[in-house]
């Protein structure tokens, strides 16, 4: 019934050949991503339904997360079905299944995680920074301001934001967020 971002169509598939009626998709995934359709699946959902789902990192972030949904689905009478970890918690098999795999793809984010910070330090360590380069040179972050701050002869800004965005080829955002920097 629920499906995240990433290869949606094979996902869709998926659940339409289980015979799900009504499909959820987000567009966005991660542990901190808003996800108003998981939100709204959520909702619809009644006691006796099944709530469908490809694979149990999908809308899951956590085991703690995990287990608390399960108790509020297992509270509402609400089935639970994993398709590629064949997980049915109607049954005490499915149940038990689905928290030892739920761990397990918890230790599993975990170690990727463990690993990428061990990979930044350690490239920091050497003198490599990761992450995107910044969008503005500080000179270019120093015109900016004072574009910003110029006046015209009654006293209104003489730049929009936008315009100095134009300016430098960047987004509004960018330059807000150099703004509300205490330095340039």
Known sequence: MWNSSGHGTVRIDALTAAGCEKIWVDKAS???ARRPEWDKCFEHLCRSDELVITRLSRPFRSVRHMTELAAQLDERGID???LKQGIDTTTPAGRF????IAAMDEMTADLISEGTLEGLESARSRGRVGGRPAALTR????KAREMYDETDEHGKRRYTVAQIAETFGVSRKTIYRHLNRDHP
């Open 30 to 32: 991660g542990k901190l």
């Open 80 to 82: 639970l079905v994993v």
């Open 97 to 100: 299944l689905f928290h030892v």
């Open 139 to 142: 000179l270019q972050v120093i």
